[in-house]
Structures are given as C-alpha cells and as structure tokens.
C-alpha cells in the first residue's frame, strides 16, 4: 500500500483499525527514500535507527491500548537547521559536520510527543542561507520536477521531500521566503506564520527578529493539523506569541468566500514577473473570484524597499548570531594554532561556505562603528513604514494575494556567480517577514515546462485560521497540490 | 549617504573584526560582490524617515520576563560531549593572552 | 603648577539570584566543579534563546533607586559583540542606549560624586591559564557564564584613591543593606575598574593626560594603591613625554599586586568597535510607575538616612552613628534594643554597651551579632539600675556580654556576682568603721593631710568588694574621722 497519499489523521486511523503498523509505514517511506532520495538529494541524514525505534514504541503502545498522539504514524522530514537530541544536526555546514546536538528544538519536541516519526535531516543553504540550496556545503538538492533546476531554497530539501512524497509532511523556516518560494518551486503547500507564533528554541538562528520555523505539506488541511500541535508559547523563548492558539482544523471551513475581500497589490502584478507566472496567479484568484469573493487591487508602494531593509537587518542579526560558531563548545575544530585570534580565523576561515562568510561581512560593515545610523537604523525605520503598508492594507481587505516567486525554479548553477540576483529572487516574500506578518503559499498550476507554480495568502497578524481556511477551500475545487512528479 | 566604495583594507579590516580568515582569491571574488550589495542599499536614502521610530521587533508583547527558579542543567559530561577541546573537566583553547 | 586627579569608576556587582541572568541555571559559582552548572543558553549552543530573569532586573531598578537613580519605564537588552572564549555566544547582553536606571548620586566627605547609570548585564565564564608540557593552554569553565551582573558606572568626580575607596565602601555599605549581593571584592563578587587620568594647570596653560583604565584590582587596599601608582605614573610620563589626551590613545593596564604596579596591558584587538545593536531575541521590558514603587518600598532605611535620625532622635555624635549603622544587622540589633521611643540618656547608654562592649566582644569572637539575642527589656534593666547607680557603668559592660552570651538578665548576672553597689549608709558605715581600726597609719596620715583619704577608701572599696557606692565611702570616712 502507498503510505504516502494518505493524510495524517488518515494515517492515524489506519493505526487505530490495525489496518497497518506504524513499522509497516516507516519502512515504506525508508524503501522509498533509499530508492528516489539518491536522485534529489533532499536528505543530509536518515535517521532509519530512530525511526524504527519510534515506530516499534506506537506499535507498542496500540497493542497495548494506550492513547496515541495526534500525529501517530506520521513520517515528518526535518531541516537540518532544527537541533534533534542525539541525531546528528550539521545546518548544511561543513562547520557543524559531525555535531551531536544535547538538546532538541521546542517545535521538534512537540511533533515527537505526539508521536510523529523523524524519517531524516533535510537539506538546506548552510544555516538557512540561501534561496536554492546550492550554498549547501554537501551538495545541491534537485528539483523533483526537473532534476537540472534547484527546488528554491532555503527549506529546498524539505520541500522536495514532500513534493516527491518520501514524507508526510516536513519542517523549514522561513526568514525571507524560504519555506514559500521552495513550497511554490516544488508544488507543494507550505505555511509561514506569524512571527512569534511557533518557537525558535533549538533552532540556528539566521535573523532572530525575521526568523519564522513553519511546515511544508500537500494539503492546507495538513497543515493545519501540525501547525495545531506546533504553536504556542514556549517559555524558552521570550518572542514566542502568549495568544490563545484557536482549533484551525475544526475551522478549515469557517471562513465565508461570498463576499471576502482580497487584495491584489499592484507592485507585486508588474513586468518584473514572468508572463506565465504572472497568468497563473491570476487565474488563482479568478478561481477565488468565482466562489464570491471580491478582488481589490491595492497598494504596497514601498515594496521596492523590502530588500534593501532586509538585506541590511538580516545580515547584521547574522553577523552576531554567527559568533558563536567558533570551535571551542562543539563544532569542528583545528590543529593548536599560535593564538587565539588566529584559532577562530582559522576555524571559521576553513569551514564556512562563501555565503555564510558574505553575509556575516556584510552585517558586520553595515554594524561597524560609522555605518550603524546609515544602514541599521536607517533600515528599521523603513521597517516602521512597511509594517504600517501591510496593516494599513489589510485593514482595508480581508487577505493579500500575491505571487511567491517572479520564476519558477532555474537551471542549478545559474545564478552562483551573481549573489545579488540571487537576492532579487526574494523580491516578492522579504516584505511579509519585514512585516512579520503570516502567509500561506500554495500551487496554483504550472508552466510551459511543466514547472510548478505558487501563490501565496497573507493575512494580518494571527490570522492562520484565515488564511488556512482560504487555502482549504481553493484546494477542494483545484488538484494542483495533489500532483506529482513522475521520477 | 552614498556608497562608500569598500577598499580592500575595508574588506580586511571588518573580515578581522568577524575572526573570518579570507584567501586572495576569496577577497577579489568578495569585493566587487559585496560593493554592488551595499550600493543596493542606497535606495534608503530616498526614504523620508524623519520622525520615524525604528522597528527592531515586529510583535512586541510585554512581559517577556522568568521568574528565579533553578531548573535543570547539564552534567559536566554532557557540556563537554560536543567537542574533542577538554580537559579535566573544562574547555580548552590554546592560550589567550600568548602574543 | 597645580595638578587635579580625573577618577571615574565602573563597579561590577554580582546578584545572589538563585539562578543566572537568561537560563535556570543556579547562580552561585564559588568552589564549584567546572562546567557542572551550564546548559544550552549560558553554553551558547546553537539554536539557545535567552530568558531574562525577573528577580535580577528588580534588583538592579532596587539598587539604582538607592544610588539616587531615576528608573527608565521602558528599557531594552543589547547585544555587545566581541570575541573571547569565557563570552559564550560571542556577545554580551547588556544595556547601552536604555539602562534600567540612570542619573544618580552619592555623596562622599560632603562631595557629590554623579552616577551616570547602572545597567543589567551578564557575567562571562572563567579562563585558566596553564601551562602543559610546554604547551600554553587556557581551560575555560562556564559555570560563570550568564550570572547577573549590575554595571555601576560612575562620572569622573572622584578626586583622590582614598575618596574612590570610600565611594567602593559606601556602595558595597548599601548593597548589603539590600541584601542582593555579599559585594565580596576579595571573592569577585564586587569588581571595580577606574579609569584615570590627570588635570594639569601650568601658568594658565591646561594638560589632559590620556586616559588609563585599571584591570583586574582584586582587593579594596589594592584600588587605593593602584590609583595612587598610576596617578604618579601619569604624572611622570607626562613630565616626560608631555603627551596629552586624545580620543585613540586611551590604553588599558593591568594592576600587578606583587609588585605593586599597573603594566601596559595589550588591548583585546578590534574590541574598540563593539557593534552595539539592541537584542532580537528578547522584547523591551516595561515596568508601570505601580510596580516600580512596589520595588521603591522594598528598600530598607539606608545609612545616611539612620546616621541622621540617630543623631536627631538619641543624640549620637556623627561617629558613633557611624559605627553603630555600618553593617544593617548591627544597626537593626541597636534599634530592637533601645525599643519604642527611647530617653536620650538611654539610648546614648545603649550605643555605648553596643560600641564599647558588644562590638569589641564581636571582633574578638568573630561572630556575627545575633539580634534574635537582643533582649530589649534586659537592657531597660541594666539602664535602670545604672541610673539608680545600683551598677557602675563598668560593670554593667562586663555583664551585658554575658548576658548576651548566657540568655540571663544582666542585672540578675551582677547580683549573682555581688556586683551589685551598696548605697546603704550603716552598711558602708561598718566597712568604714573596721577599716579605720584596721589602719591606725593610714588614719594619721590622714590627720596630717586630708588628700591621703584615697588609701583609706581603696581599702573600703577591697573590704566590700567592690560592691561600695565610692561617693558614698568618701562621705562617710571624711564623717567619722
Ligand atoms: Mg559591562
Ligand atoms: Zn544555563
């Protein structure tokens, strides 16, 4: 039986009526990791040990009669950026090669307790760097679509287990688009939430006030049933939301589409976008139109900023957060050198990728004593003004509707040379994050080369349930997230 | 403020200030790359933000204070358990105050 | 030529929180094994998120409040970046721009010495520096790591090292009265850091010399003596080098306790730019004019204020209000003792039993004074009696001790001891009456000069054992003979 088409309250039922053994699913995913994974790439490490052991421990426990947790059985793919006690966590980087963590991410933690099974560590740009995975210091993880294109980034091996069903669901986060533009690179779903709205305990840290941990799967409705189990407030993490968190799978439904307002903002509709995307989003929101829903277009006039201010605040966090990965209380290390300083340029001279050493430069220029009024607070007042553009917007619609990526994915090796087209990929999510507010990418059909597209909701601050909602019913009159790739 | 254009001896000195060791080879390929990012950065400047108040958190919920309880920690074992860099129950580096 | 010392001085204090600044980890550090009280945030592993402590910034609002400070209502973490294996993370949390409380002062001889601010950061852990078979090491341990620490940071008011000792005393003084830190110089619970420099005036030219900031003091004689070394040492490179003050040559020396001198320290590299940006990880912390008057209202009288009111209300001189107001407990013991609304004279009287007799007895035994065994109804007595001069002042130092000592009412403790003066005229009358028979000479001496009765009232005094009201033993003698 093919384990992987089902969801996960499925999957759960199928436990509780003994028509399969947790054991029996894992071993499925693992057969079938071992035999797609070596073309795309998704996993850093498979973790076929734990897995099984976790898998024989809910058999045990159905045999026995005891309750089992909500996502029992469920195969989840993890980013290697998130900490798994015991399990190997590199964060794609050559420096964290061989690091046994002491601890496991809050979010991780959860989805154990309520006994989903951590199939492997999926591939990312090293620390989440990057929109392709390319800046990975292992190797590049391929489209599941076309195996010459990357499958976005950062979360790209997350969101290519999903697309080519090696798991039920996968966790990423995204700071500037990374699990929505991969999400919409593979044809998948993939929810950014609110900032503070799930834990950051445990994870790497990119940019502390940007960075947002959140889960791919095919269908909103799955992702609601995890997003369930993972937010809320975490005492080890003073940003996490002290809200009440509502049931969103019990409100997939609620939302009425006869007269919702939805927002097209024009900056996001120009010529800078590829015709064939451009088409496909729209027809998304034709599809919304035809339920009732009422398309408004509106305007975020500082878009055009969001990049430069994300791409001074984020390097700059960077700059710091990375300090600690100096080789002295775990990571790699180097011969005796012949002082300390020249230790640490050694260690993070020799073992940080080109991207990481880039952005850490970058921040700490943009930090550095001269530039700091100029570029850091200069960059968090814009901040100020595109936070209010979003609030101001949607105060006036109900829901942004929007493109995810101005392309879909392109050739590996296509834009190495040139970071900074790298970072205009990024053109339509940076701002969301800018904003901290929430947004839903789903795919919406494909192109001529039958590469997938995304579009993404955004909603106002918390309002998940809103835009889930949104998602759900556009998923129950359109098949694009139930495609899949023939590899 | 315009771009000020990155010299080399700019590149040098905040690659120090970051401990980050760079080849030859890594400067000439970084330079030209980190000065047409920063140019980007420019479009700032365009920006009217006089009284205008920074954002450096986007939700700010109060009270994001602990109370002194003690909790759990880890043993001298497990502290130590990432990294071949110990002795004797400590961590260790070559010396820091050696020139 | 007139020559002035520039003296500020940055404090570090310690909070005895029961756990560390931003994790749960226990906060108390002396003589503990290494690395046995750490954990993900004071480890600064990867993914750690730190938590701040709300005891630990009360503290700090409590003693700024006490240092004459002024609260900011809204206040915020920042992140201070440099590079060393005890700084975990590869930064500090600390405050720059929004300190929990800033502007106040302290008054040192009649001098106003400002505070400019006293901030909420964390300790760093602790390096080792070793040799291993002629490898140069240094062991690290963490157990330090992320224990709160309050920056007091003072302007350069302070004229002398013996006025930069007193200041370190006046606010270790009332830090105890807080009961937040033991303040311990010697343990490093305390820490103090001048930076100085010197006013040169020469026939109407003015001289700045460049800025020195003094490492690693570790004892309260060693600040004086530091500062005292490096004035002299400015002083006499300037005579020599006439180099003045600029904003690059400020250097950073460490103090040498051997030998007694301050040395050239080589400056931590590229740690003059700490790139300051405020904390992402933690929210700005707000407090409401309410909570901050609850934490005014946990502040116990200071010194200044009960040097004061000792001497308005029971007519201490200045030194004894001093003695008596150094330590709280002490203080505290002195006002259980003298009760409600004391007589002047009973209360100068028990000020004189604490300083003259319970405080010697203390240093001798080196113990703590015991409040619980402060009777104040013991001492009503021992007053009494000593006003009804039925116990001479001396004796009634000796027996407060003991009553202290033994729980037993000082008065019972005289009579037991036949301490008690006898003031009965036929009593002395007899004791008189067989010392002058016993002391034939004595009489004619006597006879001939009067100024020989002291013999005749010492062997009184010795025939009663002390017991004898002396005035009276006098009249008496003079009366029969
Ligand atoms: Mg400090
Ligand atoms: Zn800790």
């Given at each position: ?8 309250p499925q999957?759960r ?9 947790a054991?029996e ?7 079938k990791?071992?035999?797609?994974d070596?073309?795309?790439k998704?996993?850093i ?11 024989a ?5 159905i045999?026995n ?6 996502l029992?059985?469920s ?5 290697d950026?998130f900490?798994?006690?015991?399990i190997?966590?590199?964060a794609?980087?050559q420096?964290?090669k061989g690091y ?7 979010v ?13 560590k ?11 995975t ?7 993880t391929?489209?599941p ?5 990357i499958?976005?980034g ?9 697309s080519?069903n090696?798991?039920h669901?996968?966790?990423?986060t ?24 799930n834990?950051r305990?445990?994870i790497?840290?990119?940019?502390s006030?940007f960075?947002?941990?959140g ?7 799955d992702?609601a ?9 975490d005492?080890?993490d ?8 509502p049931?969103?799978?019990?409100l997939?439904?609620?939302v009425n589409l ?8 024009k ?8 015709p064939?995307?451009k088409?496909?989003v729209?027809?998304?929101a034709k ?6 829903t ?6 975020l006039p ?9 791409y001074?605040?984020v ?7 990375m ?10 290390t180097?011969?005796?050198s012949s ?14 990728e ?7 430069i ?15 607070t200069?960059a ?7 936070k209010q553009?979003f609030e ?8 942004i509707l ?15 040379s ?5 970072y ?11 904003a901290?507010v ?5 795919p ?5 080369n ?7 909701l955004?909603?106002n601050f918390f309002?998940e349930?809103?835009?889930m ?9 359109t098949?694009?997230h139930?495609q899949i790739?023939?590899? | ?7 080399l001896?700019t590149?040098?000195h905040?690659?120090?200030l970051?401990?980050i ?22 479009i700032?400047?365009?920006?009217n ?6 954002t450096?958190?986007?939700i700010?919920?109060?009270?994001p ?7 759990e ?11 071949s ?7 260790v ?7 | 030529m007139?020559?002035?010392p ?13 756990s ?10 002396f ?13 600064g ?6 938590v ?11 003693l700024g ?11 915020f973490?920042e992140r201070?970046?440099y590079f ?6 590869g930064?500090q949390l600390t405050?720059?721009e929004?300190?929990?409380?800033v502007n106040?002062?302290?008054?040192i001889?009649g ?5 400019n601010r ?7 852990g ?7 078979n002629?490898q140069?090491?240094?062991?690290i ?13 003072s ?6 090292a013996e ?12 830090i105890?009265y ?8 010697e ?14 005036e ?5 001289f700045?010399t460049?800025?020195a900031?003094?490492?690693?003091v570790?004892?309260l ?9 490096e004035?002299n040492?400015q ?6 080098t006439g180099e003045g003050?600029?904003k690059?040559?400020k ?8 030998k007694n001198q301050t040395?050239?320290?080589r400056e ?10 405020p904390?992402?990880d933690i929210?700005?912390i707000?407090?409401t004019a ?9 502040i116990?009288e200071?010194p ?11 007519g ?5 209000a001093?003695l008596?107001?150094q ?7 002195f ?11 009973m ?10 007799s319970?405080k ?9 004074l015991?409040?619980?065994k ?15 001069s039925?116990?001479s002042?001396t004796?009634?130092?000796?027996v407060?001790?003991?009553s202290y000592t ?6 019972e ?10 003031s009965d005229?036929?009593?002395?009358e007899?004791f ?6 016993n002391?034939?000479?004595a009489v ?10 002291g013999?005749?009232?010492g ?13 009276m ?6 009366k029969?003979?």
């Open positions: 039986m093919d384990y992987s088409t089902f969801s996960i999957i039922q199928l436990l509780l009526d003994k028509k399969a053994t054991v699913i894992t071993k499925f995913f693992i057969e990791i071992k035999l797609i070596p073309k795309i998704a996993f490490t498979i973790t076929e040990k734990e897995a099984l052991e976790k898998a421990e809910i058999d045990k426990k045999t009669n005891e309750t089992i947790g909500k029992a059985g195969i989840m793919a993890v980013k950026i900490l798994t006690k015991d190997e966590t590199t794609s980087s420096l964290l046994i963590p002491q601890y496991s991410s809050t991780c933690q959860k989805l154990l307790d309520q006994d989903a099974i951590i199939i492997g999926t591939n990312t740009d090293p620390f989440a760097f990057g929109g392709s390319e800046n990975s210091g292992f190797f590049t391929k489209n679509w076309n195996l010459d294109m499958p976005g950062s979360s790209g091996g997350s969101a290519a287990a999903v080519a090696l798991c669901f996968a966790l990423g995204d700071t500037g688009g990374s699990i929505r533009q991969p999400a919409s690179l593979c044809g998948v779903s993939g929810l950014k939430p609110t900032y503070g709205l834990s305990f445990g790497t840290a990119m940019a006030s960075d947002c941990p889960v791919f799967a095919r269908s909103v409705d992702i049933t995890v997003t369930q189990i993972t937010a809320g407030h005492k080890k003073a940003t996490s939301t002290h809200q009440t968190i049931d969103y799978s019990s997939l439904d609620s006869k007269g919702l307002k939805i927002g097209l903002p900056e996001y509709f120009t010529d800078a976008i590829n064939e995307v088409a496909k729209l027809e998304a599809v919304l139109e035809s339920q009732g009422i398309l408004k277009e509106v305007s500082s878009t055009n900023l969001g990049l430069a201010v994300y001074i605040l390097p700059s966090e960077i700059s710091a957060n300090s600690r990965y100096e080789g002295i209380r775990f990571g790699q180097v011969p005796d002082n300390i300083i020249s230790y640490y340029m050694n260690i993070r001279g020799q073992f940080m080109p991207e990481v050493k880039r952005r850490i970058i921040g700490t220029y943009a930090l550095s004593s001269g530039y700091y009024d100029a570029y850091y200069k968090a007042k814009v901040r100020t003004l595109i553009e101001k917007v949607l105060a006036d619609v109900d829901v929007a493109p995810v990526s101005p392309t879909t994915a392109w050739k590996i090796g296509e834009k190495c040139n970071p900074l087209e790298m205009l990929a990024d053109a339509y999510t940076v701002c969301i994050n800018v901290g929430p947004s839903l990418a789903l919406c059909g494909f192109n001529s039958n590469l997938p597209i995304g579009f993404q955004i909603g309002e349930s809103k835009i909602s949104i998602g759900h019913q556009y998923q129950q009159i098949d694009y139930l790739s023939k590899i | 403020m315009s771009s000020s254009k990155i010299t001896e590149l040098d905040i690659a120090k970051a401990r060791k760079l080849s030859d080879q890594e400067k000439e390929v970084f330079l030209p790359q980190l000065e047409s990012v920063i140019e980007s950065f420019d700032l400047n365009s920006v933000t006089d009284n205008v108040s920074p450096f958190r986007v700010e919920e109060s009270n204070l602990r109370e002194d309880v003690v909790g920690s880890f043993t001298q074992k497990q502290a130590l358990s990432a990294t860099n110990t002795k004797d129950g400590y961590f580096v070559t010396n820091t105050i050696k020139k | 007139k020559i002035t520039i003296i500020g001085l940055e404090v570090h204090v310690e909070l005895k929180t029961k560390k600044m931003f994790c749960g980890c226990k906060a108390e550090h003589h503990v094994d290494p690395n046995t009280q750490t954990c993900p945030v004071c480890l592993l990867p993914g750690a998120l730190p701040p402590n709300r005891t630990a910034c009360e503290w700090c609002i409590k409040i006490a240092l004459g400070c002024t609260p900011n209502l809204t206040s973490f201070k970046n060393y294996p005890d700084l975990a993370k930064y405050q720059f929004k300190p929990f409380v106040g002062k302290l008054v001889d001098q106003e010495i400002r505070i006293a901030h909420m950061e964390e300790d760093t602790k390096s080792v520096h070793i040799t291993n002629g140069d090491l240094t062991l341990d963490y157990n330090r790591s992320g224990v709160p620490l309050v920056e007091i940071v302007e350069p008011d302070i004229t002398s006025m930069a000792k007193k200041y370190l005393l006046k606010i270790q003084q009332i105890r807080l009961g937040i830190s033991d303040a311990d110089i343990k490093g619970s305390m820490r103090c850091e001048p930076t100085i420099n010197l006013k040169i020469d026939n109407g030219q003015e700045f460049p800025l900031e003094i490492k690693n570790a004892s004689t060693g600040v004086q003596t530091a500062i005292d070394f004035l040492r002083l006499e490179e300037f005579k020599q003050k600029s690059t040559n250097t950073t020396r460490g103090w040498d306790a051997d040395f050239l320290q931590k590299e590229g740690s003059s730019d700490y790139r300051y940006f904390e992402p929210p700005h707000a407090f309410a909570q901050i008057d609850t934490i005014k209202s946990t116990p200071l200044d204020e009960k040097i004061i009111r000792y001497q308005k209300d029971f201490l001189n200045d030194y004894d001093n008596i107001t330590d709280i407990n002490f203080a505290a013991s006002e259980k003792a003298i009760g409600q609304k004391p007589s002047i004279e209360a100068k009287f028990i000020a004189n039993l604490f300083i003259g319970l010697t007895y203390l240093n001798e035994s080196q113990e703590e015991d409040i619980y402060i009777n104040p109804e013991y001492f009503k007595n021992l007053f009494d009696s000593v006003s009804k039925e116990i002042s004796v009634a130092k000796q407060i001790i003991e033994t729980g037993i009412d000082p008065v403790i005289a009579k037991s001891k036949g301490l008690i003066q006898v005229s036929g009593e002395i007899k008189a009456k067989e010392v002058i028979t002391n034939p000479k004619e001496d006597y006879k001939k000069n009067s100024m020989s009765i013999f005749l009232i062997q009184l005094m010795k025939a009663s054992k002390g017991s004898a009201n002396p005035k033993a006098k009249e008496i003698l003079e029969i003979l």
